[in-house]
């Protein structure tokens, strides 16, 4: 079963715009990651927030957790054609760091 | 250059063949994992390692094997048990508690 579940499923915005992906999951947390997945490679990790941590930013990056909710969204500003990829939140929920991947945001930044 | 190194990029299988897919890490990592990514879905996790000659079933474990006798190294087999093997498969490792996964370009594996 899928930990977290991102929405929505596929975005298609135009370069400049900002883009907002939205996680929920079911249990207690440690931490919660974001990851990016160019087609046919290997995923890049973008930003970890722990559960006692409720924004992060890294460059255009923007990712807010809130437990009470069990949600957490990822912000990228001002995308870029490059941004487009598929974005997955992961929870880690047990002991050993193991990850449960929610199904992805397809992204399309169009030039 | 530290990262983890999967191989082949793409592989096939015959019917009743068994076939094993390499990850190898330099980054002096404990933990490594192996998932299986079908098309437009995210990550299921098969076997997971912490430490040398240790490992763990994860949600998918039916029909794989795993071996770590080196710190560096995580093979899967595929075994001819998996009547569905047709996927991109992944591995990763990492330095531990609360920290991030680092991955590798994966292996697509493909039925003859």
């Known amino acids: 079963s899928q930990q977290g579940e991102e929405d929505p499923q596929a975005l298609s915005i135009q370069e400049g715009e900002n883009a907002t992906m939205n996680c929920s999951y079911k249990t207690s947390i440690n931490n919660l990651q974001w990851y990016r997945q160019n087609s046919g490679r290997g995923l890049v990790h973008l930003i970890l927030?722990?559960?006692?941590?409720r924004e992060k930013h890294s460059g255009r990056l923007r990712v807010t957790l809130d437990t009470s909710k069990k949600s957490s969204s990822l912000l990228i500003t001002a995308s870029r054609a490059a941004d487009t990829a598929s974005y997955f939140c992961a929870t880690d929920a047990s002991a050993g760091n193991m990850l449960t991947f929610g199904g992805g945001t397809r992204l399309m930044v169009k030039p | 250059d530290g990262g983890i190194t999967q191989s082949p990029k793409y592989l096939f299988r015959k019917e009743g063949q068994n076939v094993t897919l390499s990850c190898e890490q330099n980054?002096?990592?404990?933990?490594m994992y192996w998932y299986r990514q079908d098309p437009g879905q995210g990550l299921r996790l098969i076997y997971y390692s912490q430490i040398v000659n240790d490992f763990q079933k994860g949600d998918i474990a039916e029909g794989y094997s795993v071996s770590r006798e080196k710190k560096e190294s995580f093979p899967l087999t595929v075994t001819s048990a998996q009547k569905n093997p047709t996927a991109f498969y992944l591995c990763?490792?990492?330095?531990?508690?609360?920290?991030?996964?680092?991955f590798g370009d994966g292996t697509r594996l493909s039925i003859l």
């Open positions: 990763a490792s990492s330095m531990g508690q609360n920290q991030p996964q680092h």
């Open positions: 980054l002096n990592h404990d933990a």
């Open positions: 927030i722990r559960s006692n941590e």
